[in-house]
């Protein structure tokens, strides 16, 4: 037997020539994670299991002595699960045989990711189902592993949020990063300006609706990423990107910057040309900017930046600085390295897009988000590596590979075809991290992020429709070793295990494109 369905390839799977583990009404199931793991495996399955979660304080060998008291025994199928401290962050090891299934984690977060990993592993057995007998030792390779969901070219609710939370941490993405502002919308409340989604959250992309997230919105998305093991990565983009500001603060903001790419856009997408002060619903992008020498513009940030540290517990704090056309270079610089220091004196760890590594200033310790090509141009590369230099690490989101509003298909009504046209699934999974950027190596690299921008994206079905299968193929250079380090992790093993996880989503509710290259399974 092959390793199946399993997304993103384990370090480590050994199958036995033995029987599985039946899963039946009688399997019981216990410790930490049991409420989630008979869900799971009733959404796959239909079977209810049974048992308890484990008792406060409790650890694994104190689970297994308690299962045994409790009268399950060897003719019994059982499923245990417990932390075991000790092992890597993050990782897990399954132990199946025919009688019982183990999961151990070295922490909570392993755990969560050796429970989906099991339930990838269920599979249908003559009239009922089966866990294959397998030893499974997992650990990632990157420990930031991300999903970013744009949510100012159109807005997404709450739900849809928490939606994609669901299907990302299944695949073992571990950080969530929103984009919360940009020319079309400002969404998010803030106590110190208001003015912000009184005037400026109204609108998207095509005239849709628009909307924001209150202070609550924003926790309970934050609370909710954090039960999945997911840390929220808030980005407010600056310098460039800002023209909704200038609904709520118009003197703050520089007239637009009009240019044939501009013109072009307007062409080819509509929506007008942008004009300071009125709300924008177009689809170019660099014409707008804050004013770099203005204080007022830093008494603006200083509350914004603040308000938005006190709201995300996590490390980071991201601060845009992509397609800034409409900034003087020299003024970009003293920008970022200005508004970098902003935030780590707030705590935070600053992040930026890759165009931000040409600052001198950059504050120390910066992260630096990668979104040019697998084989970079336009001097994209060195402006990544200034981060390196600077003493922070780089997150790897090359567009054409793992941008996932990218067409899948050249017949797509959905997606767009800028990165080198269209981003087949294949594509998406050929290439390395470590391989893009000549003198970064895998030490440099913070994680791997698959992005979602969001010009034609208004529901969450199409944000499956995009995301579901290549978000695997993002997960598995985010999470497995390097390919040729598994004679699995290839293309030919990946179209068939994602392809295995067809039923799985589907009984999941998720709507994903049957991309041709994959084999996909079906259960009649």
Avoid: C
Wanted: negative net charge; hydrophobic residues 45%; aromatic residues 8%.
């Amino acid at each position: 037997m092959s390793v199946h369905a399993l997304v993103p390839l384990p370090a480590s799977v050994v199958v036995a020539d033995a029987p599985g583990l039946p899963l039946t009404p009688a399997t019981t199931v216990s410790g930490p994670d049991a409420d989630l793991l008979r869900a799971l495996v009733a959404t796959r399955t239909g079977i209810e299991l049974h048992g308890s979660d484990a008792k406060a304080g409790e650890n694994g060998s104190e689970i297994a002595s308690r299962a045994r008291i409790e009268g399950v025994s060897h003719s019994t199928p059982a499923i245990t699960l417990a932390v075991v401290p000790g092992g890597a962050p993050e990782s897990y090891r399954i132990a199946v045989d025919g009688t019982s299934a183990a999961v151990t984690g070295a922490d909570p977060a392993g755990l969560f990711y050796g429970v989906h990993t099991l339930v990838q592993l269920i599979r249908p057995a003559g009239d009922g189902w089966e866990i294959p007998a397998v030893v499974i030792d997992d650990a990632p390779r990157f420990a930031y592993r991300g999903v970013m969901l744009d949510v100012a070219r159109h807005f997404h609710p709450v739900a849809t949020v928490t939606a994609y939370i669901d299907r990302a941490s299944s695949l073992k993405f571990n950080h969530l990063h929103l984009h919360l502002t940009d020319d079309q919308g400002w969404r998010l409340q803030l106590r110190s300006r208001p003015e912000l989604t009184a005037h400026a959250a109204a609108t998207s992309v095509g005239g849709d609706p628009g909307g924001f997230y209150t202070q609550d919105d924003f926790r309970e998305i934050v609370a909710y990423a954090a039960a999945h093991h997911m840390t929220v990565v808030p980005e407010i983009d600056l310098p460039g990107h800002t023209h909704a500001v200038s609904l709520a603060y118009p003197e703050l903001s520089e007239q637009p910057v009009i240019s044939d790419h501009i013109r072009d856009t307007v062409r080819d997408y509509g929506g007008g040309m942008p004009e300071n002060g009125t709300a924008y619903d177009g689809m170019a992008v660099g014409f707008s900017s804050l004013k770099i020498h203005d204080e007022a513009t830093y008494a603006f940030l200083a509350d914004v930046l603040g308000e938005l540290a006190e709201l995300s517990p996590g490390p980071y704090l991201h601060i845009g600085g992509d397609e800034a056309l409409g900034t003087d270079a020299a003024d970009y610089d003293t920008f970022v390295a200005r508004v970098t220091a902003m935030v780590a004196d707030l705590g935070k760890t600053p992040v930026a897009w890759h165009e931000a590594g040409t600052a001198s200033g950059l504050a120390p310790g910066t992260i630096g988000q990668y979104w040019g090509y697998v084989a970079p141009t336009d001097g994209m590369d060195e402006k990544a590596r200034g981060f390196v230099r600077g003493g922070g690490r780089l997150i790897m989101s090359p567009a054409d590979a793992i941008y996932l509003d990218m067409k899948f298909d050249a017949d797509s009504p959905l997606g767009l075809t800028w990165a080198r046209g269209v981003t087949s699934a294949e594509r998406a999974y050929a290439w390395d991290p470590a391989a893009v950027i000549e003198g970064v190596t895998d030490a440099d690299i913070l994680g791997v992020e698959a992005p979602m921008w969001t010009e034609m994206v208004r529901t969450l079905d199409d944000i499956d429709a995009l995301a579901f299968p290549r978000i695997g193929a993002a997960a598995e250079a985010a999470w497995s070793p390097a390919a040729g380090s598994n004679s699995e992790r290839t293309w030919e093993s990946f179209r068939t295990r994602v392809g295995a996880l067809a039923p799985l989503w589907a009984r999941s509710g998720i709507r994903f494109a049957a991309l041709p290259g994959i084999d996909w399974a079906r259960e009649d």
